[in-house]
């Protein structure tokens, strides 16, 4: 996994390529942390992303609930079908912003 970061003023994207899965999830968790207090937006572009497993949904997650808690927007743009089905039959499409 490789993680492009791309500041413009207070928003961040997260260009995220190749597979989020148990051993690069916590990267991108501490990529996502190291910049919490500097940010009001987030967003992560998943249009390299080619597979999160389990322990990236729950990264997914657990930054949906910093966003409400320190109020900055968190949204996920450029979803492939691979991944969108992913998010799909676990119902995180339901729950996470995703455009």
């Known amino acids: 996994m490789d993680i492009q970061k791309n500041f413009n003023e207070k928003e961040l994207t997260l260009l995220i390529n190749g597979r989020v ?3 690069t999830a916590p990267e991108l968790e501490t990529a996502i942390n190291e910049e919490l207090d500097n940010i009001e937006s987030l967003i992560l572009d998943f249009e390299n992303l080619e597979y999160i497993s389990s322990a990236g949904l729950r990264v997914l997650v657990s930054t949906q609930k910093k966003a409400k808690k ?8 450029n979803v492939n079908d ?3 089905e992913i998010l799909r ?11």
């Open 89 to 99: 039959m676990s119902k995180f499409d339901k729950i996470l912003t995703i455009e």
């Open 21 to 23: 899965d148990t051993y």
């Open 82 to 84: 691979v991944v969108n």
């Open 70 to 77: 320190q109020d900055f927007s968190f949204k996920i743009i």
